[in-house]
């Protein structure tokens, strides 16, 4: 039986804790309320605010000029870098500054880093070429709830280290994908967790649904219920390819219009593509 007493506490913890993201809050309220229009005013208001960070500056342009984004010449001014890959990518590049941040609290005798930001990464790419095959118009939000969905495993790991460790204990002995350990080991998940951080940081509903119920897709509001059924698939196809325990994709890519051989086929494709190890390693560099 679960211990949702400490479930409770340790959610009443974390909300009084405020853990902030180690960026600027007018620029990520202006970036989640500005990079869905990318008209040049907006480029522009985003260029001056992060100009006025010199360490920020100098991190995004490092992250600009890796392989990952492969451009041919090499960008000098963050106007240049918001003018060529657009406010999103601007947006996905200063989040994963924040998280990389985050993730240097944890004790890495604790956490395989190097795992987390490989599931992190390749859900992500498989959530946006999902979301272009069934249509979805913002492409890139999915991209960016794929970086987010497992912010609560951070969390968790950073402010409960019993709790990280018993439950990846529970994981293990009874072969259950981690979600449903935590559920059993304290009444709440990951999702949950990164879900009520995010909100702390006043980010929109559109990211803060999906990554609630990435694991309860059909709890999810209905206006993001279509968000969290893609990012449930994508997170378990992801589980899936690496041989990990992983939630069935049948119901929901049903729901998604989806058929299975071809989410497979997709995803079996991200899992060959160099751009996963490519954005890992912008998380550990």
Known sequence: MSDQNRGREFLHH??????????????????????REDSLSSMEDISRIISRDQGLTARILKRVNSAYYGLQAQVSTVSRAVSILGLSQIRDIILSIGLKSISRQIDIRLMDLVGYWHHQSSTAILARELARENGFSERDDMFTIGILHDLGKLITAIFDRTAWVDINALAREKDLPLHLAEQEYWGIDHALVGGLILQQWNLPEWITEPVNWHHAPETSAKDHRP????MYTANSLTHRMRGEPFQEVDSQLHNLDMPKERAEEIAEGVVRDPAVSQLQKLFLS
């Open 14 to 35: 974390i909300s009084e804790k405020k853990l902030e993201l180690p960026i600027s809050p007018e620029l990520v309220q202006k970036l989640f309320s500005l990079a």
């Open 227 to 230: 968000a969290s059924r893609l």
